[in-house]
């Protein structure tokens, strides 16, 4: 029989019904069957092949040895890696609130001039640049006093600081004088920070991390994959101390306050239990704890780390470059490359991104300033009661009540990203800051009306960063200008 023949036959007699086929067609089908099946094969090879371009470490060139910290021997094997993590170099990129860009801040904001009265903040702040220039920022900085500043303040500035503990030891490292250490910390933040040099593995490298977390009951190194693409990041983004025990051979030994856990309540009693302070506020005497900057505290509280976005996924997203994918190491705002992090979970436009962003950042601005507010009146008036005749131990209670004020609108004001990690903690943070300072005000109001002063406070013109610092000269060397009316 021929395939004519068979073709001819009605459909509706072989007892196959509507789906019987001509051999030529089955065969031709199979043929074709045959050919889609090759071709999703390659493309799963492909597919895999990427990733795995993305995830191995490369060829390499030239081994690296187990200290090495100048990221460009790095960069020989990882050169994409290392292309990227130069673009941290870039210093022109400003956003509304962040970019890299060392915006001055006291010159915008005052205020923050008196809030750090007596301490090196009122005299120099500004905002971060990129990894790229942490040694030579921080050796700038009018903040590193002279003759002797903690060795401390390198450890989370440069790629010799691991090397160094080696050498020296941890704790002879944090002993040691910062300016005796500055010959040897020539290299900014980089590879040997965040990467086993062998398997180039993400790793702690900072022994405050690692303590902090077994302060706590945990083991950092049960941390999963996706933990770590943020433990990279707390190292050093983060609130600590040094913490000085003269019994137990500490000088100046980095601590994280972490030990009843890692919300500002737990960090704050903590500090209380200590009576830890960073300076006595030279107008109200208040002691102060001064935070750093805990992104990484802060961003726990939110909902991308409940829902596991790390700071990975939005600060180093995945590049294409020739159709190899990997790690953008170019450290930056995610708000200068929406497309490649933002974008990827959240199917709204660029501009959405970008103004919903700023909206959740100028309400955290707006709740800043008028917890600034409150609290530069609180420690007028906590001295306006002091100059009227009040004694330490009537001023006892308005100044706990500031300490506990300031560090919570300081917790915020400090972190990064102007309330965009935790939009609500920041929120409820600078509501409690300013509610704190306002309960100040009424305690120094009583105590000012037990010494016969009914009349509002005469407070200072303090409007622009010259006179502001005017000001706290004054209380600085004791002759503080005239608050009663
Ligand atoms: C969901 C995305 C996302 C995650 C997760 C995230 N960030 Fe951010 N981060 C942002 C955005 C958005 C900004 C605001 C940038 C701006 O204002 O230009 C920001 C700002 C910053 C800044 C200041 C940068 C600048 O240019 O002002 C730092 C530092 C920072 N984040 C560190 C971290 C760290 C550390 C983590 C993890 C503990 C983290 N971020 C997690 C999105 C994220
Ligand atoms: C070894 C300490 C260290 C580690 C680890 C570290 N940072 Fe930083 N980071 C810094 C310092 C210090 C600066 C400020 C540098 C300067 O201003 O000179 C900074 C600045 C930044 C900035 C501001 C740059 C800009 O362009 O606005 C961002 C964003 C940032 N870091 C995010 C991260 C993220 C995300 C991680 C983890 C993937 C991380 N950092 C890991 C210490 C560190
Ligand atoms: C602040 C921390 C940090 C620094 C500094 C850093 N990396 Fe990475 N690196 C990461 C993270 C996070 C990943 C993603 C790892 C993952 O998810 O497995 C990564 C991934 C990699 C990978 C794996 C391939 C890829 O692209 O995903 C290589 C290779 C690499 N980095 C090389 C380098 C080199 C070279 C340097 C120095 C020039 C460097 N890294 C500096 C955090 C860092
Ligand atoms: C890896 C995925 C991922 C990335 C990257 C990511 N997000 Fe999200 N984002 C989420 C998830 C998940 C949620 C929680 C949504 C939910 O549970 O309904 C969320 C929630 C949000 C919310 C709502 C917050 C709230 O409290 O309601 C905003 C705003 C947001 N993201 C902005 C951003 C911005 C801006 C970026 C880039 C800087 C970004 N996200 C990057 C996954 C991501």
Redesign the pocket.
């Known amino acids: 029989m021929t395939i004519e023949s068979n073709r001819s036959e009605p459909k509706a007699t072989d007892g196959r019904g509507w789906l019987s086929l001509p051999v030529w067609m089955g065969i031709a089908i199979a043929g074709l069957l045959v050919v889609v099946v090759v071709l999703l094969g390659l493309l799963a090879v492909s597919i895999m092949e990427r990733r795995w371009e993305?995830?191995r470490?490369?060829m390499v060139v030239r081994p690296i040895s187990q200290w090495e910290p100048d990221?460009a021997v790095?960069?020989e094997n990882?050169p994409?890696?290392?292309e990227s993590?130069l673009q941290t170099r870039i210093t022109n990129t400003k956003t509304k609130y962040g970019g890299a860009d060392p915006r001055d801040y006291l010159t915008a904001d005052p205020l923050q001039v008196l809030l750090f009265a007596g301490y090196g903040f009122s005299k120099d702040y500004r905002q971060a640049r990129g990894?790229y220039y942490a040694v030579e920022d921080v050796a700038k900085t009018a903040r590193i006093a002279k003759p002797f500043q903690a060795g401390t303040c390198w450890s989370c500035k440069s790629t010799d600081v691991p090397r160094l503990m080696d050498k020296m030891g941890v704790k002879e490292f944090y002993a040691a004088n910062f300016h005796d250490l500055a010959g040897e910390v020539t290299h900014p933040?980089?590879?040997q920070?965040?990467?086993d040099p062998e398997t180039?593995k993400?790793r702690i490298t900072r022994p405050a991390l690692r303590e902090a977390f077994t302060a706590m009951g945990r083991d950092i190194d049960q941390a999963t994959?996706q933990e770590m693409?943020s433990l990279?990041?707390s190292q050093c983004h983060v609130e600590y101390y040094f913490k000085t025990d003269a019994q137990a051979g500490l000088k100046n030994y980095l601590t994280f306050p972490w030990a009843k856990g890692t919300t500002l309540e737990s960090m704050m009693a903590y500090y209380d239990g200590i009576e830890h302070k960073d300076y006595v506020h030279a107008i109200s005497g208040t002691p102060i704890v001064k935070a750093q900057h805990p992104d990484y505290e802060l961003y726990l509280t939110g909902v991308h780390a409940y829902r596991n976005v790390s700071c990975?996924d939005c600060h180093?997203p995945y590049r294409t470059e020739g159709g190899v994918k990997?790690?953008d190491?170019h450290?930056q705002s995610p708000l200068l490359n929406i497309a490649n992090s933002c974008a990827v979970c959240h199917r709204w436009s660029e501009d959405e991104i970008r103004t919903r962003v700023e909206g959740i950042q100028s309400k955290t601005e707006a709740a800043k300033l008028a917890a600034e507010d409150a609290l530069v009146k609180a420690h007028f008036d906590v001295a306006a009661a002091a100059q009227a005749g009040a004694t330490p131990e009537d001023l006892a209670g308005p100044r706990k009540l500031l300490r506990q004020g300031q560090f919570r609108w300081d917790f915020i004001s400090a972190s990064n990203g102007m309330g965009f990690h935790s939009p609500q903690e920041s929120m409820r943070l600078l509501g409690e800051a300013a509610n704190l300072a306002q309960q100040a005000r009424i305690e120094a109001a009583r105590l000012l009306a037990t010494h016969g002063v009914t009349q509002p406070v005469a407070y200072p013109d303090v409007s622009t960063r010259e006179k502001a610092w005017d000001v706290t000269q004054g209380f600085v060397q004791g002759q503080g200008v005239k608050l009663l009316p």
């Open positions: 993305a995830q470490p490369a990221n790095w960069g990882y994409r890696e290392y993590y990894h933040i980089g590879c920070d965040c990467h180039l993400l994959h693409r990279v990041c990975a180093m990997y790690t190491h450290v």
